[in-house]
C-alpha cells in the first residue's frame, strides 16, 4: 500500500493510484459476495444488504479506532470490553433518569476516559500496548457487571433506541452515523496536521522525535480516539439489542483488526487508510452474513476469520520484504 505521506498524485493520477491501491480488496469483495449468491438466494436481497450495512456498522467504526492504533505500531485488545462498558454506563445514567443527551456524553466520556488509560500506561509506562490492553479488556469486561450483577440491562431510552431501529432518508441512522464517522476520520488521517504526524510516529519514531513531535502525547490522544469510537460502537449495538448485555462485544476486537488489516493497514505502523478499513470492514460483514446464512457454526467461523488474518498479516509481510 502506498504511504500517504509521501506527495499526493493530483486528477487523473489520482485515480488510477486509488484504483491501483484498492482493486484487490474490491475484487476480493465481489468475490465473495458472488460465492454467497451462489450458496444462497437471500443473499443479493436488499433486506439481506441492508443488515449487513447495520451489522458491519459497529466494526466499522471500531475498525476506524483500531486502524489509528495500528497506525503507530501499536494495538488496542480493549475495544470489545470498552463497547460493552459503554453500553452499560448508556443504561445506568438512563436508569437514573437523567435523559438521553447527559447519557450520550457519558457514554462517550467512559470511552475517552478507558482510552486515556491505555494510551498512558503504553506511553508513559513504556508497557507495550498488547499487554496493556489484554489487561484491560479484563478489568472492563469485569466493570461491566458491577451494576447489575451480569444481568443485562433493559432500561433503555426511547430516543437511545431509535438510534439503531429508526431511518433517514431511506437510509437507517446507524449507516448515516458509520458515513460521517468515515469522513471525519478519513479527512483527519489523509488531509490534517495531527494525521501526517501519526503517520510520521508510526513509520519512524526517531524521525518524529526529531521532528518535535510529542510521541507520547499523540499516543495518549490515538487510543483516546480509540476509546471513543469503541465507545459510539456500544450505543449502537446496545441501541440495536434494546439493551446493554454484559457479553456485548465479545471478539469485536478480533473483527476490527481483521478490518483494518484486510484494508491495508500494516501492523509495523505508518501505513494505512480508513477507505480500506472501510471496505476491510465489508469484507468482515459479507464473511459473517455469509456463513450465518450457510448455518456455519460458530467456532467454525472463528477459524475462518482467523485464517484471513493470518493471510492478511503474511501479505503485508511480504510487501514489506519485497520493499527493502
Not at 450458496?39 to 441492508?50: G, I
Not at 451494576?147 to 443485562?152: E, R
Not at 510487501?319 to 527493502?324: A, E, F, I, L, V
Amino acid at each position: 500500500m502506498t504511504d500517504t505521506t509521501s506527495t499526493q498524485p493530483q486528477g487523473h493520477s489520482y485515480v488510477r493510484a486509488m484504483i491501483r491501491q484498492y482493486a484487490g480488496i474490491v475484487l476480493s469483495l465481489v468475490a465473495l459476495c458472488v460465492i454467497f449468491s451462489l450458496t444462497n438466494d437471500r443473499f443479493l436481497s436488499l433486506a439481506n444488504f441492508t443488515n449487513i450495512f447495520q451489522q458491519v456498522a459497529v466494526i466499522a467504526i471500531a475498525a476506524f479506532g483500531m486502524t489509528w492504533v495500528i497506525l503507530l505500531g501499536e494495538i488496542d485488545l480493549s475495544i470489545g470490553s470498552i463497547i460493552a462498558v459503554a453500553g452499560m454506563v448508556g443504561a445506568q445514567v438512563i436508569g437514573l433518569g437523567w435523559g438521553f443527551v447527559p447519557a450520550l456524553v457519558l457514554t462517550l466520556a467512559s470511552g475517552a476516559i478507558m482510552g486515556l488509560f491505555n494510551g498512558t500506561m503504553t506511553a508513559k509506562l513504556m508497557l507495550p500496548s498488547f499487554i496493556v490492553t489484554v489487561a484491560t479488556m479484563s478489568i472492563y469486561r469485569g466493570f461491566v457487571s458491577l451494576p447489575t450483577g451480569g444481568a443485562p440491562a433493559m432500561n433503555m431510552d426511547p430516543t437511545w433506541i431509535a438510534i439503531g431501529a429508526n431511518s433517514f432518508l431511506g437510509l437507517p441512522i446507524i449507516i448515516w452515523i458509520v458515513l460521517a464517522l468515515f469522513l471525519v476520520n478519513h479527512v483527519a488521517l489523509a488531509h490534517t496536521t495531527f494525521g501526517r504526524k501519526a503517520y510520521l510516529t508510526g513509520g519512524n519514531r526517531e524521525a518524529a522525535l526529531y521532528s518535535g513531535i510529542n510521541v507520547d502525547g499523540m499516543k495518549i490522544k490515538i487510543f483516546m480516539i480509540s476509546g471513543v469510537m469503541a465507545a459510539v460502537s456500544g450505543i449502537l449495538l446496545s441501541s440495536r439489542l434494546y439493551s446493554a448485555q454484559t457479553n456485548a462485544g465479545m471478539s469485536y476486537e478480533l473483527d476490527a483488526i481483521a478490518a483494518a488489516v484486510l484494508g491495508g493497514t500494516s501492523l509495523a505502523g505508518g501505513v494505512g487508510t480508513m477507505v480500506g478499513t472501510l471496505i476491510g470492514a465489508l469484507i468482515i460483514g459479507v464473511l459473517n452474513n455469509g456463513m450465518n446464512m450457510l448455518s456455519v457454526p460458530y467456532f467454525y467461523q472463528l477459524i475462518v476469520k482467523g485464517l484471513v488474518i493470518l493471510v492478511a498479516v503474511w501479505l503485508d509481510v511480504r510487501s514489506k520484504q519485497r520493499q527493502g
